[in-house]
């Protein structure tokens, strides 16, 4: 059973507008969440995280949402640019980062 | 600024055949983790490192072994290659604070 969710496989919006993915967890003794992006053949790159002692966290356009529980997180990105396409990884870790579960990704595709 | 460097970016084995990876860092990271991504599974974790000298299984470990001699290297081995053993694979390290990932390029392996 997945530990981490993103059900929805896929998400297209148009440029300038809000990108909102969503992410959920099973396991409560996760204490830190990533999200991560990745461009076709090549590695994921960080992209923001939160602390389970925190409910958001902005770094430019983007904004993570966290709500312990309801076990949910969300990654905001305000406005939406084309090179914003990609796709994105919710991970979650527990004991501080000794180890890492991701979810199963989102496909983001930001029309011009 | 090299970060995380993988050795082959593509391989096709046969079946029954042997191949190692190699994942060299060169940011003086503790932690060195090894995923493979498969399609509609996120990256999945087949072993990791807390340091020079020590590894441990994670979420699917069979049909892999891994070895850590050196603090910058992490191997990758596969003996007897099968075909659910085709992905792509991502090496990744972490240093003691924040915890977040730093990945490889990836690999793509093919076993026919």
């Known amino acids: 059973d997945q530990q981490v969710k993103q059900n929805s496989p896929s998400l297209s919006v148009q440029e300038g507008r809000i990108s909102i993915l969503n992410c959920d967890y099973t396991n409560s003794m996760f204490d830190y969440f990533l999200w991560y ?11 923001i995280s939160i602390s ?57 595709s930001v029309l011009p | ?6 050795t082959p970016k593509f391989r096709v084995l046969k079946t029954g055949q042997s191949m190692t990876l190699l994942c060299a860092q060169d940011m003086n990271h503790e932690y060195m983790y090894w995923y493979r991504q498969d399609p509609g599974m996120g990256l999945r974790l087949i072993h990791y490192s807390v340091g020079e000298g020590t590894t441990a299984k994670g979420e699917v470990p069979d049909g892999y072994n891994v ?46």
Do not use: M
């Open chain 1, 37 to 47: 992006k990745k461009y076709p053949a090549e590695g994921p790159t960080f992209l």
């Open chain 2, 1 to 6: 600024n090299a970060g995380v460097t993988q």
């Open chain 2, 67 to 112: 070895s850590r001699l050196k603090k910058q290297n992490f191997l990758l081995g596969l003996e007897s290659a099968a075909p659910s053993q085709t992905s792509v694979y991502f090496c990744a390290s972490r240093g003691t604070g924040v915890p977040k990932l730093f990945f490889g390029s990836g690999t793509q392996l093919s076993v026919l």
């Open chain 1, 52 to 108: 389970s002692i925190k409910d958001k966290n902005e770094d430019g356009r983007f904004t993570v949402f966290l709500n312990k529980s309801a076990k949910h997180l969300s990654l905001h990105i305000v406005p939406s640019q084309p090179g914003d396409s990609a796709v994105y990884f919710c991970a979650a870790s527990d004991n501080y980062g000794q180890n890492f579960v991701f979810g199963p990704g989102t496909r983001l």
